[in-house]
């Protein structure tokens, strides 16, 4: 199967394209040799060399990271994601974090690389805090029944020094 090129006009192989999902063939308008001197040409432009470490963000403990703009995106996507899924702004998350001081609310430990998930009543929809993939994983799978923690908690105390 072969694709035109939006900018040399030839017609090369599938593998010759960059993936792209949001396209309808699934495959990028430009080659890769075009699209990488699209690329060099940008990067080579001195106008350019600035953009790609102007943007910032605030760590819970306040310090400043310059990041590049497609981390800045995958980052503000997630924090829209967390928005209109839980109903939080990435303020109050921020601030949860804050309040927790960067670690789960159950196990404390510090979340690292990974982002803290957000927890929240699954009857209510009521934000409860931030957790650990662990504890979140944990959670989730008891149902957020305390019965069934209960019974678990009590085979565990049984079985402890077996």
Same mark, same amino acid.
């Given at each position: 199967?072969?694709?035109? =090129?939006?900018?040399?006009?030839?017609?090369?192989?599938?593998?010759?394209? $960059?993936?792209?999902?949001?396209? +309808?063939?699934?495959?990028? %308008?430009? =080659?890769?040799? =075009?699209?990488?001197?699209?690329?060099?040409? $940008?990067?080579?432009?001195?106008?350019?060399?600035?953009?790609?470490? +102007?943007?910032?963000?605030?760590?819970?403990?306040?310090? +400043?990271?310059?990041?590049?703009?497609?981390?800045?995106? &995958?980052?503000?996507?997630?924090? *829209?994601?967390?928005?209109?899924? $839980?109903?939080? !702004?990435?303020?109050? $998350?921020?601030? &949860?974090?804050?309040?927790?001081?960067?670690? =789960?609310? /159950?196990?404390?430990?510090?979340?690292?690389?990974?982002?803290?998930?957000?927890?929240?009543?699954?009857? !209510?929809?009521?934000?409860?805090?931030?957790?650990?993939?662990?504890?979140?994983?944990?959670?989730?799978?008891?149902? %957020?029944? /305390?019965?069934?923690?209960?019974?678990? *908690?009590?085979?565990?105390?049984?079985?402890?020094? !077996?």
């Amino acid at each position: 199967m072969t694709k035109k =090129c939006g900018k040399c006009k030839r017609s090369k192989p599938l593998d010759e394209f $960059y993936k792209n999902r949001s396209k +309808r063939d699934g495959r990028d %308008d430009y =080659c890769k040799k =075009c699209r990488s001197k699209r690329s060099k040409k $940008y990067n080579d432009d001195p106008g350019n060399k600035d953009k790609k470490l +102007r943007l910032y963000f605030d760590t819970p403990r306040g310090k +400043r990271h310059k990041i590049t703009a497609a981390r800045w995106w &995958k980052r503000v996507g997630w924090l *829209r994601r967390i928005s209109r899924k $839980y109903g939080v !702004t990435p303020q109050e $998350y921020e601030d &949860k974090l804050s309040e927790q001081n960067g670690v =789960c609310a /159950i196990c404390a430990r510090p979340n690292g690389k990974i982002r803290l998930a957000v927890d929240h009543d699954h009857k !209510t929809g009521k934000v409860r805090g931030l957790l650990c993939n662990r504890c979140n994983i944990v959670l989730g799978l008891l149902n %957020d029944g /305390i019965d069934l923690f209960d019974k678990l *908690r009590a085979y565990l105390q049984a079985h402890q020094n !077996t």
